[in-house]
């Protein structure tokens, strides 16, 4: 009980009455107490913890009951607040969040309000509101604090919601960005109302030579030949650079990157890209850099005494021409005895790799990773550096440099990092070291079919940490490993125990979802997987030789021969089974999804079907299973294109832009 109230014992007896009663506290009798019940005097801090009994007497003799001990607490303070919710002032669009703190006896329970009425659910002493809209422009937030006490009421807070404003976006680099979400929530024209086969299509085809394998980008309101334009800049396996006008789709400029008497590479032998290999990773843009803009480009080319070369090249963005000190060759050694190595060193050999992973920039530094011709030996797995300004090599990382193969392929994903400028990738089949040292890296430092974390600290690669399977040898011998998919750096998020999360997802052959800490990647572990989450049931029904993406608060996969597939999080894991899936399957090589949104709404899902004829599907990113758009659909082969096996679509300003074997197929509104 509490200070100030009364306690009441009682005793029930048996035997011939009548019977006298006499209370006792603390074996001391009570003066007055001399009844079967019995009520003290309002209680005090004193009384707390006394015992009492009551001796109960007739003719025959005594008895003496058992002992019942008083538990007197402190009286309930009621709430007051402490913290009162501070207003908000956010963009249509974008959630916000309210908290609230008070003093006071435990427990509390809390009621937040809008506009002074209860919002159902909101009982904790933070609130986030839903995805906000210019209606809720205004509207005043409050909370109800209630304890055994009373309840006391926060101050109101006031939500500002401020118009989306007109955003021109860029397309500087592979899926968007350095984290390779694949999200662009800059996108105002494009809408899950207007894009359907009555209003939406192939509007343009951008002419090229050559294979379109790279990811095509996007500069708005660039100055081209005296005018202002939109750009489109394409990449092709004949080494040739173009930019046209995103509205017109009038060819601005053209550049080739053969050197003399020079002529694409052949294809090695090898299928993945034929039949020449030119310019397969996306280029990287930084409208800010150099005179006008600089787009870096890797091309490999053979020149006529049958000599293979890899270079990197800086163009201006605004006529094409190389930048002075471009091109550079691709020149390195590492230590190391494993493939084609001499004299202590592994030596980069031009003719046995290919730029495969997308471009990465970062602070000044231009990364390249180099994927292998199939499975052709010898190879390691390389990630070299570039001064962006001087086209000066800074750092050389090789992963298996004391064995065999690895490489870093990622179905055309550029290398990820996150805001700390660590670099994330996944390793393809190689060497791994499974004895340890005192640290739990491999002892001779090959990280084959690893998901791997590398510090860029002072523009040094570096091996951070890493995560690999407890079979990473068996899945390696048996090709079934995580190389063919891409990494992903996903926003931060908070676990079931209020704790922050840094994490980074990634897939690969074995049809598993691996979702890292990147604060603690896992490592090896030759009997468990010691990492973050595992999907491994409920999941995707097929290997991944692709790139997943996210948008508000969703994952999306395309695995071969599984539909498309979107995944929530919950408390910062991934949710099984998935939330919705797509009703077409996506055969070889899977799909590398994009995003296209106004903020949170309008949330498009883009999609490309491999086959002789391609399919850009276009679904409504909250359900897959509402498709709202297909290239198949209209009449007469309208919409259709010939299809390339590793495209990521990219969508700006309201068009949707898709390599084929010839050009670019650019879809839109047919009358905006």
């Given at each position: 009980m509490t200070t100030g109230q009364t306690a009441t014992f009682s005793v029930s007896v048996t035997g011939t009455s009548p019977f006298a009663y006499q209370w006792r506290r603390n074996g001391v009798s009570v003066s007055g107490a001399n009844s079967s019940t019995y009520t003290t005097a309002p209680t005090g801090p004193a009384d707390n913890g006394s015992k009492f009994d009551v001796v109960v007497s007739n003719s025959v003799g005594s008895t003496t009951s058992n002992e019942a001990t008083l538990t007197v607490n402190a009286a309930a303070t009621a709430p007051t607040i402490t913290t009162q919710p501070l207003s908000q002032s956010v963009t249509a669009g974008q959630p916000a969040t309210f908290s609230v703190a008070a003093s006071g006896t435990t427990p509390f329970t809390y009621q937040w309000r809008k506009n002074s009425a209860n919002i159902s659910g909101a009982n904790s002493a933070t609130y986030s509101t839903p995805a906000t809209t210019s209606a809720d422009n205004g509207s005043k937030f409050d909370a109800v604090v209630t304890n055994s006490a009373g309840s006391a009421t926060s101050n109101q807070a006031t939500l500002t919601v401020n118009p989306v404003q007109s955003v021109t976006v860029s397309v500087l680099t592979y899926h968007n960005d350095n984290a390779r979400t694949g999200q662009n929530l800059n996108e105002t024209i494009l809408t899950t109302s207007n894009v359907n086969s009555s209003a939406f299509g192939k509007v343009g085809f951008l002419s090229v030579t050559g294979l379109v394998d790279a990811e095509p980008l996007y500069v708005p309101s660039l100055t081209v030949n005296g005018g202002t334009h939109n750009v489109v800049f394409v990449a092709t396996e004949h080494d040739l650079v173009y930019a046209f006008d995103a509205d017109t789709f009038t060819q601005l400029w053209q550049a080739s990157l053969l050197g003399a008497n020079e002529t694409t590479s052949d294809n090695r032998g090898c299928g993945q890209v034929t039949p020449e290999i030119g310019i397969t990773a996306t280029p990287v843009i930084d409208?800010?850099?150099?005179?006008?803009?600089?787009?870096?480009?890797?091309?490999?080319?053979?020149?006529?005494?049958?000599?293979?070369?890899?270079?990197?090249?800086?163009?201006?963005?605004?006529?094409?021409?190389?930048?002075?000190?471009?091109?550079?060759?691709?020149?390195?050694?590492?230590?190391?005895?494993?493939?084609?190595?001499?004299?202590?060193?592994?030596?980069?050999?031009?003719?046995?790799?290919?730029?495969?992973?997308?471009?990465?920039?970062?602070?000044?530094?231009?990364?390249?990773?180099?994927?292998?011709?199939?499975?052709?030996?010898?190879?390691?797995?390389?990630?070299?550096?570039?001064?962006?300004?001087?086209?000066?090599?800074?750092?050389?990382?090789?992963?298996?440099?004391?064995?065999?193969?690895?490489?870093?392929?990622?179905?055309?994903?550029?290398?990820?990092?996150?805001?700390?400028?660590?670099?994330?990738?996944?390793?393809?089949?190689?060497?791994?070291?499974?004895?340890?040292?005192?640290?739990?890296?491999?002892?001779?430092?090959?990280?084959?079919?690893?998901?791997?974390?590398?510090?860029?600290?002072?523009?040094?690669?570096a091996v951070a940490d890493y995560f690999t399977m407890h079979d990473t040898v068996s899945e390696?011998?048996?090709?079934?490993?995580?190389?063919?998919?891409?990494?992903?750096?996903?926003?931060?998020?908070?676990?079931?125990?209020?704790?922050?999360?840094?994490?980074?997802?990634?897939?690969?052959?074995?049809?598993?979802?691996?979702?890292?800490?990147?604060?603690?990647?896992?490592?090896?572990?030759?009997?468990?997987?010691?990492?973050?989450?595992?999907?491994?049931?409920?999941?995707?029904?097929?290997?991944?030789?692709?790139?997943?993406?996210?948008?508000?608060?969703?994952?999306?996969?395309?695995?071969?021969?599984?539909?498309?597939?979107?995944?929530?999080?919950?408390?910062?894991?991934?949710?099984?089974?998935?939330?919705?899936?797509?009703?077409?399957?996506?055969?070889?090589?899977?799909?590398?999804?994009?995003?296209?949104?106004?903020?949170?709404?309008?949330?498009?899902?883009?999609?490309?079907?491999?086959?002789?004829?391609?399919?850009?599907h276009a679904y409504d990113a909250t359900n897959l299973a509402h498709e709202l758009y297909n290239s198949n659909q209209a009449s007469n082969g309208r919409d259709q294109f010939s299809d390339n096996k590793y495209v990521t679509p990219m969508i700006a300003n309201g068009k949707v832009y898709v390599g084929t074997p010839t050009g670019v197929a650019v879809f839109g509104l047919l009358n905006p």
């Open positions: 409208p800010k850099a150099g005179p006008h803009g600089t787009v870096w480009v890797i091309a490999m080319s053979k020149d006529s005494s049958g000599n293979y070369h890899q270079r990197l090249h800086a163009l201006d963005i605004t006529t094409g021409a190389e930048l002075s000190g471009s091109p550079v060759s691709i020149q390195a050694t590492y230590p190391g005895t494993g493939d084609n190595s001499s004299n202590g060193n592994v030596v980069f050999d031009p003719k046995q790799y290919k730029e495969r992973p997308g471009l990465l920039l970062l602070n000044g530094v231009v990364y390249t990773g180099w994927s292998s011709h199939c499975d052709d030996s010898p190879y390691t797995a390389w990630i070299i550096g570039y001064n962006s300004s001087t086209l000066q090599q800074t750092s050389v990382l090789d992963v298996t440099p004391n064995g065999h193969m690895g490489s870093l392929w990622m179905a055309g994903a550029g290398i990820a990092a996150d805001s700390s400028n660590d670099l994330y990738f996944l390793v393809a089949n190689g060497t791994f070291d499974t004895t340890l040292d005192a640290n739990g890296f491999p002892n001779h430092q090959d990280y084959g079919n690893a998901f791997m974390k590398v510090s860029t600290t002072n523009n040094q690669l390696s011998n048996g090709d079934v490993d995580l190389g063919s998919g891409g990494a992903l750096v996903l926003p931060d998020m908070t676990d079931a125990n209020n704790q922050t999360r840094h994490l980074a997802v990634g897939a690969g052959k074995d049809s598993i979802i691996y979702l890292c800490d990147r604060d603690s990647m896992g490592k090896f572990n030759s009997t468990a997987d010691n990492i973050y989450q595992e999907v491994t049931s409920n999941g995707i029904n097929g290997g991944v030789w692709s790139m997943p993406a996210y948008f508000n608060n969703m994952l999306y996969y395309g695995a071969v021969g599984d539909n498309l597939k979107a995944f929530a999080f919950s408390a910062a894991r991934i949710v099984t089974p998935p939330s919705s899936a797509s009703s077409a399957s996506f055969g070889y090589p899977g799909t590398t999804p994009s995003i296209s949104a106004n903020g949170s709404s309008n949330g498009i899902v883009w999609a490309i079907q491999n086959g002789a004829t391609g399919v850009l």
